[in-house]
């Protein structure tokens, strides 16, 4: 098999004088799966290699958790929301890991955005209320959800929905976690409802100067 071949060429390397590693999956006593990090060392004696020297090191727990960081990079880049990552131990709270979808909303190349200021996507008509929602939370360490008037790179505006949270875990950093969810559909259909409700369907006119002049 190529394990058995991984193992052997390792081996073969220490016998030539080479120290070398290899990852392989073995059975255990229960005749389970385990990952084991394989390590030949030459036994050398008056400048010849006499004999090889093994070390076994089960990586079980490590090659699980590369899997699952893995399978969660992979969604978290597949997420049809943008998503990105700001280091708020900076004053400038730069994002320092942002998705394709995030890129792909604001219009900004990853070595632009990454850096950055993550508040970049704001523009004159962006409320300065929710901006200040998001500041004051990410400075109290806190969750917030706010909709928000984003500005792409080239100046055009979206509507999106910016949900921003800590990141906790045992250590000191102090990173956020957010996402950008475009509802500039959902606005744009808010927008048409409130239009009909307040204006004539056919002569497209506020409804208090339709109806005055349907009363003449």
């Given at each position: 098999t190529s394990e058995r071949e991984r193992s052997r060429q390792s081996f073969a390397a220490a016998r030539d004088g080479v120290p070398d590693?290899?990852?392989?999956?073995?059975?255990?006593?229960?005749?389970?799966?385990?990952?084991?990090?394989?390590?030949?060392?030459?036994?050398?004696?008056?400048?010849?290699?006499?004999?090889?020297?093994?070390?076994?090191?089960?990586?079980?727990?490590?090659?699980?958790?590369?899997?699952e960081l893995h399978l969660l990079h992979r969604a978290v880049e597949n997420s049809v929301n943008g998503?990105?990552?700001?280091?708020?131990?900076?004053?400038?709270?730069?994002?320092?890991?942002?998705n394709a979808t995030f890129l792909q909303l604001t219009g900004y190349p990853r070595e632009e955005m990454i850096g950055r200021n993550f508040l970049q996507i704001r523009g004159p008509e962006t409320s300065d209320d929710a901006v200040n929602q998001v500041q004051q939370a990410v400075s109290q360490g806190s969750d917030v959800q706010v909709p928000l008037l984003s500005y792409r790179r080239d100046g055009t505006s979206f509507w999106s929905e910016l949900f921003v949270s800590r990141i906790s875990d045992d250590s000191n950093n102090k990173h956020f976690v957010g996402v950008l969810h475009d509802i500039s559909a959902q606005k744009e259909y808010e927008a048409r409802l409130?239009?009909?409700?307040?204006?004539?369907?056919?002569?497209?006119?506020?409804?208090?100067?339709?109806?005055?002049?349907?009363?003449?």
């Open positions: 590693t290899v990852e392989l999956p073995a059975h255990d006593n229960g005749a389970s799966w385990r990952d084991l990090e394989i390590t030949h060392l030459p036994i050398v004696m008056d400048d010849n290699v006499t004999g090889v020297f093994g070390v076994a090191r089960d990586i079980t727990e490590r090659k699980r958790h590369e899997r998503v990105f990552i700001v280091d708020a131990a900076q004053s400038h709270m730069p994002v320092i890991y942002s409130a239009y009909y409700a307040s204006h004539d369907l056919l002569t497209g006119l506020p409804s208090a100067v339709a109806d005055e002049l349907a009363a003449d």
